[in-house]
């Protein structure tokens, strides 16, 4: 399987130029997952895969001495060499990575939902483990309630069907709770643990016109309870 280099890095670039992953309520998903995931990490070489504004990689760069962090973007990577000089950014389609070295903690933050082939990355992305190393990856989920009230409304038509944010990040698809497990599965992986978070009753948009910090934070929190409904799922693995 192969894609496309130049439509790929031209469609990446569209992205770059006016993303919203920083913004908001979904700024506030990507901090919270990086606390689920510093509940498991494993000390050494750190990789992440799709940083694009960084907000994982400020996370990262206080905790690991020795970080890689791998974009397609060039406008992305640009603005991480500046910001986390300590870093090594190397701008690549992850199809075209080649590390010679491997890694004990590799995160893949919102980037399987992009990818035109997510179980030929994991097959990758296994190789790339040390021994003892983990992957950590989260996704949107299908079956976040926002989504199955769209449905009820009628402006979505069904749960895994991309609607207009998604349109805008480069989404190819919605996971839900099994398919993203399957990805891991079919890909040689091992879950160690599955989970979810962010029970989003409403938009992004509805939420940050008049939520509190308060009221997200007890909202990420709730989602770990229900991770079926939860907005966003997660999975630590191993080879």
Not at 18 to 36: E, F, H, P
Not at 203 to 211: D, F, K, L, V
């Amino acid at each position: 399987m192969s894609v496309n280099e130049q439509a790929e890095r031209a469609r990446l670039d569209t992205i770059a130029s006016d993303s919203w992953y920083s913004r908001g309520a979904n700024a506030a998903t990507i901090r919270y997952s990086a606390k689920l995931f510093d509940r498991h990490w494993r000390p050494g070489r750190c990789l992440e895969l799709g940083p694009a504004e960084g907000l994982m990689t400020e996370i990262l760069s206080g905790t690991f001495s020795d970080l890689t962090v791998v974009d397609g973007s060039e406008q992305f990577c640009q603005s991480l060499r500046q910001r986390f000089p300590k870093a090594t950014v190397q701008c690549s389609l992850f199809e075209e990575f080649k590390p010679k070295q491997q890694f004990d903690t590799i995160v893949l933050s919102h980037v399987l939902e992009h990818v035109a082939f997510p179980n030929a990355l994991l097959q990758s992305v296994r190789t790339w483990l040390s021994p003892q190393g983990a992957v950590y990856a989260a996704v949107p989920n299908a079956r976040s309630i926002h989504r199955q009230a769209a449905v009820l409304m009628r402006t979505l038509p069904t749960e895994h069907s991309l609607n207009e944010t998604d349109h805008h990040h480069g989404h190819r698809r919605v996971y839900d709770p099994e398919s993203f497990r399957a990805e891991f599965l079919t890909a040689g992986l091992a879950i160690k643990i599955f989970g979810g978070y962010w029970l989003k009753p409403l938009s992004n948009a509805q939420i940050e016109a008049s939520w509190t910090p308060d009221m997200l934070e007890a909202f990420m929190q709730l989602g770990e309870r229900y991770p079926d409904i939860a907005a966003e799922v997660y999975v630590i693995a191993t080879a």
